[in-house]
């Protein structure tokens, strides 16, 4: 004769069927958490690069310069036709080229180390409530650079040597798009670096985005957490949890 407890039916046999209880406030899988280094990393590289191409090109037509002059600004100096350049702004009484942003040229080199350390130390260091502070460091870069080309533009077209053999008024060199200076007529747009940095712009502004709903948003910390992530994005919160 069978036991009273072997003739309970089973779940399946009785269709009640038992939930699995999934605890609250359980950690994002560690997949998701390299997943949103790696979008930084991703950041980082394409900053790296950047730094090896040219930002900004110019272009000047003249009747006797049918094919044009072309003028490339890095982060590190000029290329392109400078030597010609300089000899025709000499005669409106404009410095050097080469004497513009040298404490930028170099310097640029750690700025963009710089950049992408504070990009990777916000990405995993970071809490909760500051979390998206990590893209700041991202937004200067291209911006600092746009804002302080245009401020040199304006000096070296507004400190003119009343010496020189041609007067022009003061003048601002177009950075976007069509402009004149005298007898040329130039054309100014952003290089492959530029674009270069705005791609890493995006790819920070994913990894905090990632890391702030799918990383931050499931951690057992969330409700303690304040400016310092307390597992630096790749440790256990659970272990952390139960040592606090």
Avoid at 106 to 134: E, F, K, N
Wanted: hydrophobic share 50%; charged share 15%; aromatic share 10%.
């Amino acid at each position: 004769m069978a036991h009273p407890a072997e003739q309970r039916e089973s779940p399946e046999a009785s269709g009640v069927r038992h939930l699995k209880v999934v605890p609250i406030g359980e950690p994002a899988p560690r997949s998701r958490r390299f997943w949103a280094l790696a979008l930084a990393m991703l950041a980082v590289l394409a900053f790296a690069i950047s730094f090896t191409l040219p930002w900004w090109k110019f272009t000047l037509y003249a009747p006797q310069y049918p094919h044009g002059l072309r003028l490339q600004i890095a982060l590190t100096g000029l290329r392109g036709d400078v030597h010609e350049i300089d000899m025709l702004n000499h005669y409106i009484g404009m410095r050097h080229l080469t004497q513009a942003a040298p404490l930028e040229r170099a310097y640029a080199g750690y700025g963009v180390a710089g950049v992408c350390l504070a990009v990777l130390v916000g990405i995993s260091s970071l809490g909760r409530r500051t979390g998206r502070l990590a893209l700041i460091p991202a937004l200067l870069f291209p911006i600092g650079f746009v804002v302080d080309s245009f401020a040199w533009l304006y000096t070296f077209g507004h400190q003119l040597d009343p010496r020189a053999p041609l007067h022009v008024p003061p003048f601002t060199p177009q950075m976007f798009g069509n402009g004149q200076i005298g007898q040329f007529m130039t054309f100014a747009e952003p290089a492959s670096g530029f674009w270069l940095a705005l791609v890493g712009v995006a790819l920070v502004a994913a990894a905090v985005e990632f890391r702030q709903r799918a990383v931050c948003a499931g951690c057992v910390r969330a409700a303690k957490c304040k400016s310092v992530c307390p597992v630096h994005l790749l440790g256990n919160p659970n272990e952390i949890e139960k040592s606090a």
